[in-house]
């Protein structure tokens, strides 16, 4: 039972291009959504959020995008960089869950340079 | 300001040791979660406590597995009898409250190996 789905295991982008990644969810509990980047041999680390009562939030080079109807939100990073390569996690949760996220499989970015 | 702290870094038992795992958390939290990653999979949870007090243990295995969140010390994940299934890097989190204006800060994680 996959509450949130990160369909894409890799994504590859040139140095300063734009890096999309997506995560689609079930839950039409889950209104507040954290986006994780994780480097190998570390914990996650909090990257950016939004609430489900926005459609965008950004910060610097980072944007996330909700659809709430569909289901689904993307992390925008442009422009891309070669430190960005590191696997990113979309991670929902909701009210009243106390702070428990529901991680996706993660993204794997390759910023190439 | 030191984030959360998880010790060992590394773990090796053999299958029907115990491991004990432990996790600082960030100075002032008193969230402490704890999350299993298993290779090439996103995080799971596991529990979730407060100071003395288990809120959520709905992603703990039933057998084998206990956490505890001491009034002073630590918060310690306890595997007993592990088996090869175990292996997995462990992570802890901790908040200062509920999320919207607290996110959870993870630590490094314990990489557990059973031989």
């Known amino acids: 039972d996959q509450q949130v789905k990160q369909n894409s295991p890799s994504l590859s982008v040139q140095e300063g291009r734009i890096s999309i990644l997506n995560c689609d969810y079930t839950?039409?509990?889950?209104?507040?959504f954290l986006w994780y980047k994780k480097y190998p041999a570390e914990g996650p680390t909090f990257l950016i959020s939004?609430?489900?009562?926005?459609d965008k939030n950004e910060d610097g080079r980072f944007t996330v995008f909700l659809n709430k109807s569909a289901k689904h939100l993307s992390l925008h990073i442009v422009p891309s960089q070669p430190g960005d390569s590191a696997v990113y996690f979309c991670?929902?949760?909701?009210?009243?869950?106390?702070?428990?996220?529901?991680f996706g499989g993660g993204t794997r970015l390759m910023v190439k340079p | 300001n030191a984030g959360v702290m998880q010790n060992p870094r590394h773990l090796v038992r053999r299958r029907g040791q115990e491991a004990r795992l432990r996790c600082s958390p960030m100075k002032g939290h008193s969230h402490v979660y704890w999350y299993r990653q298993l290779p090439e999979e996103g995080l799971k949870f596991m529990v979730y406590?407060?100071?003395?007090?288990?809120?959520?243990e709905s992603g703990m295995p039933k057998e084998r597995f206990s956490a505890e969140f001491p009034k002073e010390g630590p918060s310690i994940l306890r595997i007993q009898q592990v088996v090869r299934g175990d292996s997995a890097a462990y992570f802890c989190?901790?908040?200062?409250?509920?999320?919207?204006?607290?996110?959870?800060?993870f630590g490094n994680g314990t990489r557990l190996t059973v031989t």
């Open positions: 989190a901790s908040s200062l409250g509920t999320v919207g204006n607290s996110p959870l800060h």
């Open positions: 839950n039409s509990m889950f209104d507040y």
């Open positions: 406590l407060q100071k003395e007090n288990i809120i959520d």
């Open positions: 939004i609430s489900s009562i926005k």
């Open positions: 991670a929902p949760t909701f009210r009243g869950a106390g702070n428990m996220l529901t």
